[in-house]
C-alpha cells in the first residue's frame, strides 16, 4: 500500500473517532445548559442533580473529543504537508480562531461552570453553562468555515502554487458552510438529545430514581423531536446546494450514470462502477427532480456527462468519487435520520398517553438507539468527504498531490498503527468512564453531587 493510502486511511480513522465525541458534547452542552436553566427558574433539587450529572458526563466525553483532535492538527503538518502548505493561508485562519477564540471560550467556562456552584451568583453562573453550550458550538462553525472552503472555495487568489486569502468575509460567509453548519449543528442536537433519552430509559427501565430520570426524558424527548425534523428540513437544503455547486457529489449520491430530465429518486442499486452502469435499480420517477429543484422538469446531471465537461475543464483523468460508497452512506443515513423522527414522534405519543415512562419496549428501544447517531454522523462526514473526490480542495487540487512527498509508505504505516493503538486505549477508556458514571445514577443527597 502506498503513503498515499495510508494517509487517508489514517486520516479517516482518526477523524471519524474524533467525530464519535464532538456531536455528543456540542448537543449535550447545549441540554445541560437547559436543565440548569430549568433550576434557575424553579429551584428544583432535581434539576440540580440532574444538571449535575449530565454535566459530568459532558465534561468527560469534552475531555475525550479534545484528547483526539489534537492528533488531527499534527496530520496536517505530518501526513498533509504539501496541502498545508498550498491552503495555510487560507485554513489557517479559522483553525487560529477556533482555538483561540472558540475552544478557549469553552474550555474557560467549563472550569467557571464546575467550581462555580453556591459561590457565583446563579445568574453568573447560569451564564457560565450557556457561554460553554455558545463555545462548544461556535468551535463547530469555524471548523466547518475551514471545511466548506475546501468543498467551494471562494475568497482566494492563486499565487506560485498556493491558495491566498483575498476574501476573508467571502470565506467566512461561504454559503456552502452556512448550509452545512446549520445540518451539521442540529444533527449534533439530535445526537445529545437521544443519549440523554437513552441514559435516563436505561435508569428508568431499572426503576432507579424514576421521578427524576423521566423529566430529563421528557426534555430530551422534546429536544430530539424537534432537532431531528429540523435536520431532515436542513438536509434537503443541503441536497439542493450539492446539486448547484456540487453535481458530481450529487450524481454519486444517486447512483445515477447518465442525464435525466425530469430525474428519477433511486431506492435501490447494485452499482457497478467498472461497468459505469447501476444496476437491479428501483426508482420514484420525477422525485429527484423535484427535491433538487422544486419542479418537475429541470434536469439533474449524470456522471458520465461530468465526467466529460471534468476533463474538459481540467484535463485528462477520472473524477469519478467511489459511487457505491457514496450512494449507500447517503441511503443509510437519510434511513437513519428517518428513524429518528418516528421514534421520537412515538415518544411523545406515549408521553401524551402517559406511558412513557411505563413503556418497556421503547425504553429498551432507547438504549439502544442512543447509539445510532454516531453511525449516521459518520456515514454523513463519508458522504461529503469521499462524495468530492478525487479533489482534496474542489477545483484546485487533487488529494494524490496533497500528500507529504517526504514521507515513506513504512513511516505512514506504523503512526497509522500507533494511532489505532492509542484510540483504541481511548475507546475502552471512553466506555469505561461514560459507563461508570452513566450508571451511578444521580446522587441523593446533594452534598454528594459537590464531589467534582
Keep these: 500500500m502506498e503513503a498515499l493510502e495510508i494517509a487517508r486511511w489514517q486520516f ?14 456540542m448537543g449535550l452542552a447545549v441540554l445541560t445548559a437547559i436543565l440548569h436553566t430549568f433550576y434557575y427558574r424553579t429551584g428544583s433539587l432535581d434539576y440540580k442533580r440532574l444538571t449535575k450529572f449530565f454535566g459530568k458526563l459532558f465534561v468527560i466525553i469534552f475531555a475525550l473529543g479534545v484528547v483526539t483532535g489534537i492528533v488531527l492538527e499534527f496530520q496536517f503538518g505530518m501526513a498533509w504537508s504539501a496541502y498545508s502548505r498550498f491552503v495555510g493561508d487560507i485554513f489557517g485562519i479559522p483553525l487560529a480562531i477556533e482555538a483561540l477564540l472558540a475552544f478557549f471560550l469553552e474550555s474557560t467556562f467549563i472550569a467557571v461552570w464546575l467550581f462555580g456552584w453556591n459561590k457565583l451568583p446563579k445568574g453568573l453562573h447560569l451564564l457560565s453553562i450557556w457561554l460553554v453550550a455558545i463555545g462548544s458550538n461556535l468551535s463547530a462553525i469555524w471548523i466547518l468555515i ?3 472552503w475546501m468543498q467551494v472555495p471562494v475568497g482566494y487568489v492563486l499565487n506560485e502554487g498556493r491558495a491566498e486569502l483575498s476574501d476573508f468575509i467571502a470565506v467566512m460567509l461561504n454559503e456552502q458552510m452556512l448550509i452545512m453548519a446549520q445540518h451539521t449543528i442540529i444533527a449534533a442536537f439530535t445526537t445529545g438529545g437521544l443519549f440523554m433519552l437513552g441514559i435516563s430509559a436505561w435508569h428508568i427501565l431499572r426503576k432507579n430514581q424514576v421521578e427524576i430520570f423521566s423529566k430529563s426524558a421528557h426534555i430530551a424527548l422534546v429536544f430530539t423531536a424537534v432537532s431531528s425534523l429540523l435536520v431532515a428540513t436542513t438536509g434537503h437544503k443541503h441536497a439542493q446546494h450539492t446539486v448547484k455547486h456540487q453535481p458530481m457529489k450529487m450524481a454519486a449520491m444517486e447512483g445515477m450514470w447518465e442525464s435525466e430530465k425530469p430525474a428519477s429518486f433511486s431506492l435501490f442499486a447494485i452499482i457497478n462502477q467498472e461497468n459505469k452502469t447501476s444496476l ?5 420517477p420525477y422525485m429527484l427532480t423535484v427535491l433538487a429543484y422544486n419542479n418537475l422538469t429541470s434536469e439533474v446531471k449524470g456522471l458520465n456527462e461530468l465526467q466529460q465537461e471534468y476533463e474538459e475543464t481540467y484535463g485528462p483523468g477520472d473524477y469519478l468519487p467511489p459511487v457505491a460508497l457514496v450512494y449507500w452512506s447517503f441511503r443509510f443515513m437519510v434511513g437513519l435520520g428517518m428513524l429518528f423522527i418516528l421514534f421520537s414522534i412515538f415518544g411523545l405519543v406515549q408521553w401524551w398517553r402517559n406511558k412513557l415512562t411505563i413503556s418497556r419496549p421503547y425504553l429498551r428501544l432507547a438504549t439502544i438507539i442512543m447509539f445510532l447517531p454516531l453511525l449516521a454522523n459518520t456515514l454523513g462526514w463519508i458522504v461529503a468527504e469521499m462524495g468530492r473526490q478525487p479533489w482534496i480542495v474542489h477545483g484546485l487540487m487533487f488529494t494524490r498531490d496533497g ?11 506504523l503512526t497509522t498503527i500507533a494511532f489505532t493503538l492509542v484510540y483504541g486505549l481511548l475507546a475502552a477508556v471512553a466506555v469505561y468512564l461514560v459507563h461508570r458514571f452513566a450508571k451511578s445514577g444521580v446522587p441523593d443527597d446533594d452534598a454528594a453531587t459537590h464531589a467534582y
Design 12 to 25: 479517516g480513522i482518526t477523524t471519524i473517532y474524533h467525530f464519535f465525541f464532538v456531536p455528543i458534547t
Design 146 to 148: 475551514a471545511n466548506a
Design 280 to 284: 437491479r435499480e428501483l426508482k420514484l
Design 403 to 413: 500528500v507529504s512527498p517526504n514521507v515513506s509508505s513504512s513511516s505512514m504505516a
